[in-house]
């Protein structure tokens, strides 16, 4: 998953609110800040829907806000770090109007809990992933002068009846959450603790949403989850499981218009029934991403990532073998864990370069409090050692994005076009199933068609294209 990024909600309309008593003003206006990965995206928009139940408003001018909500990334310190910023640029304004409710939501409020109120003293509330139901009467306690912190965490808790409003939606692509938590350890990682234990949402309900998006002109969704391959739901009538492979399947079967993507898989879970069922839809994207973490055995092993190099790429082998060399494969890569050594990051360089990523998300090593990793070992890897192997990576892979894109020149392939390229009026951005972005002039079509292309030229990060 992509992480880090900011966005900011769009105005809603008011339309007749369901108003429960015990909860904050009607009328009040949120702004929601969103931060990390795609599954906070899709968090906030299940906050907007509750809040919207509850006769509250999102607007997009924060001047104006009675509340400002963070949801917030605690995956590296950096993304700490600029909350932290945040809340010290918000001061002026808590400082001229004192009603004004500040907000931590997410990962952040997970893992600090009460103690963010002691650090951050602008904060009214503490909220983790699992309590945005209870946002209404937490406002409604904060505006009391209560500071208020909810971070239980749910073994049960999917949202799975909820609507989600769609923010700074291209009324194209959309997110669905079809599990939340992790019951993974990878040794660096923190969402295990912030987002607690694994569980799967009903499919009923996931089918329902994707029919929904449908409807309203949607024709692309990305089904969310740290670990998408373990999806597991039993069906309490029939008493029978549902795994991803049938999940897929049924999704795929929705519309033959709606694509479907998915994100993230883990190495040690993506089957190759899974892949089959990739094969056998048109509408599922020949895109997987794949974290690969460390091209070392070793740092792999230090990482309980609980696969080795060579299993790896037989998966790798695998996605080929079924799903031919065209198949989009994306990867996240860390550099510099606990004892990395320069032989280690040579291994991660050199799996780079045999699987031939489309992308990669890379980042530098960074302790997380309170995780195994932190606990068991050392943090050894010097930061400028950390962040001259993150550049080796990093131009390792610019390279082979611009040399796999170089091969795509003269392929003809089907776009789905999102909107207009953010530098010229005159062309429409889009993606091609393999998740590469494609620029063509604007002609006659317009976000939703579906066009088909010839790849006419292209840079590391996007190819352009004629219409066929
Ligand atoms: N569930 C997904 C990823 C979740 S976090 C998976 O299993 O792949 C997204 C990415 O952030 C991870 O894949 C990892 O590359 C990176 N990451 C996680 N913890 C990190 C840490 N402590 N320091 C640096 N990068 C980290
Ligand atoms: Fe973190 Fe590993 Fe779970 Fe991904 S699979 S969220 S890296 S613990
Ligand atoms: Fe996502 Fe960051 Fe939490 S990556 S799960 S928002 S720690």
Redesign the pocket.
């Known amino acids: 998953?992509s992480?880090e990024s900011i966005t900011e909600t769009e105005k809603l309309d008011l339309d007749i609110p369901k108003f429960s008593k015990d909860s904050f003003g009607l009328g009040k206006k949120i702004y929601i800040e969103t931060y990390g990965?795609q599954m906070n995206f899709s968090d906030s928009e299940i906050i907007s829907s509750i809040l919207k139940d509850a006769g509250m408003a999102t607007t997009s001018q924060i001047e104006t806000a009675d509340v400002i909500l963070f949801n917030t990334c605690s995956?590296?310190e950096n993304a700490e770090q600029k909350i932290r910023n945040r809340l010290d640029q918000i001061k002026p304004q808590k400082k001229r109007n004192p009603g004004l409710l500040v907000g931590v939501l997410g990962c952040m409020a997970e893992r600090l809990k009460s103690k963010l109120l002691e650090e951050e003293k602008i904060v009214d509330l503490v909220a983790g992933p699992d309590s945005y139901r209870t946002l209404p009467q937490m406002f409604a306690e904060a505006e009391d002068g209560n500071k208020s912190v909810n971070v239980f965490l749910s073994r049960e808790e999917t949202y799975s009846d909820i609507n989600p409003v769609r923010l700074s939606s291209n009324g194209v692509t959309a997110y669905v959450s079809i599990m939340r938590g992790?019951d993974?350890m990878?040794s660096?990682?923190?969402?295990p603790y912030t987002r607690g234990r694994e569980r799967s949402r009903d499919l009923l309900t996931i089918l329902k949403e994707i029919k929904d998006l449908h409807v309203d002109g949607f024709k692309e969704v990305t089904l969310l989850g740290?670990?998408v391959d373990s999806y597991k739901w039993e069906n309490k009538e029939s008493g029978s499981i549902v795994n991803f492979p049938q999940l897929l399947d049924a999704c795929a079967q929705i519309h033959p218009e709606m694509r479907i993507r998915f994100s993230?898989s883990?190495p040690k879970d993506i089957t190759d029934e899974v892949l089959h069922i990739i094969k056998k839809h048109e509408n599922i994207c020949n895109h997987i991403h794949l974290?690969a973490?460390s091209g070392s055995t070793k740092i792999l092993e230090k990482m309980t990532r609980t696969y080795t190099r060579e299993w790896y790429l037989e998966r790798i082998k695998s996605i080929k073998n079924i799903l031919g060399d065209t198949c989009g494969i994306s990867t996240?890569?860390?550099s510099g864990f606990c004892s990395e050594t320069q032989e280690d990051h040579e291994e991660t360089l050199s799996l780079m370069r045999e699987v031939q990523f489309n992308a990669a998300?890379m980042?530098?090593?960074?302790?997380?409090p309170g995780?195994p990793a932190a606990k068991k070992y050392i943090d050894d890897v010097s930061e400028l050692t950390k962040k001259q192997r993150l550049a080796e990576i990093m131009a390792l892979q610019n390279e082979i994005s611009l040399a796999r894109n170089k091969k795509e020149i003269g392929r003809e392939c089907l776009m789905l076009v999102e909107g207009t390229s953010k530098k010229s009026e005159l062309h429409l951005s889009g993606k091609i199933s393999e998740n590469k972005v494609v620029i063509i002039p604007a002609f006659q079509f317009k976000k939703g068609d579906y066009v088909k292309v010839r790849i006419t030229d292209c840079t590391a990060g996007t190819l352009f294209g004629e219409v066929i």
């Open positions: 998953m992480t990965c995956i590296r992790c993974n990878c660096f990682c923190v969402v740290q670990n993230t883990h974290p973490q996240d890569i860390i998300y980042f530098s090593y960074s302790e997380r995780t």
